[in-house]
């Protein structure tokens, strides 16, 4: 079983929708958890630091499970500009705080 | 400001041929990644540094693969012999601080033939 799994997708979706992507870690000990963004043919970027308490930034809103080892990715009013691939990703400390990146999710918004 | 520089940005070689990718990591960062990407297995962490002492080489995958870093702004991968099956895009990557925020360079897109 992977660290870190999401939904692979595609996710198509139309302008303006809501589109949420999750994932789920398997080591109960993980400490640390992000969404990074990775656009075709680039190299990953930080979107948003994932807390206890949820965080919204913007239209992006980020929530984490510690019972069910479950991350969420919100994201509303989506923008064209919006498609790319969103990874999740979780650090643990016992592991010297290296970054576990799941496979990824593919979102792709229409006009 | 420079990002993380890594070169060559594309290789194409042949097998058995030995490889070398370079990474300057940002200025003041004291840890630096060594990622690999590809489709079936996504993002995978070889080895990563802090201040230039490798702490985790557990995702090298085999003796083929060695990586160094002399001082605090260089880092080399290097493959020998290259086979198919290393053909990915390479991503280094520095941080300030652990876990913190990674940034990543452009990365080395590597095909062996």
């Known amino acids: 079983r992977k660290e870190v799994e999401q939904d692979p997708g595609p996710f198509n979706v139309p302008e303006g929708a809501t589109v949420a992507f999750n994932c789920t870690y398997s080591n109960s000990a993980s400490q640390s958890f992000f969404w990074y963004r990775q656009d075709c043919r680039k190299e990953p970027k930080l979107l948003m630091s994932?807390?206890?308490s949820g965080n919204e930034d913007g239209r992006f809103t980020a929530q984490l499970n510690r019972a069910s080892q479950y991350i969420s990715l919100l994201i509303r009013d989506s923008k064209l500009s919006d498609s790319a691939t969103y990874l999740c990703v979780v650090s643990n400390y016992n592991q010297g705080g290296k970054l576990i990146f799941g496979q990824g999710t593919e979102l792709s918004v229409k006009p | 400001d420079a990002g993380v520089i890594q070169s060559p940005r594309h290789e194409v070689t042949e097998m058995g041929q030995e490889v070398t990718l370079r990474c300057k990591p940002i200025?003041?960062?004291?840890?630096l990644f060594w990622y690999r990407q590809t489709m079936m297995r996504g993002l995978e962490l070889l080895i990563y540094?802090?201040?230039?002492?490798?702490?985790?080489d557990s995702g090298m995958p085999e003796d083929r693969f060695s990586a160094k870093m002399p001082n605090a702004s260089f880092s080399t991968l290097k493959i020998q012999p290259s086979e198919p099956r290393d053909s990915a895009v390479y991503f280094c990557?520095?941080?300030?601080?652990?876990?913190?925020?990674?940034?990543f360079g452009e990365g080395s897109r590597l095909t062996v033939l």
């Open positions: 200025s003041g960062h004291d840890y």
């Open positions: 990557a520095s941080s300030f601080d652990r876990p913190g925020e990674l940034f």
């Open positions: 994932v807390y206890s």
């Open positions: 540094f802090n201040n230039n002492v490798p702490i985790d």
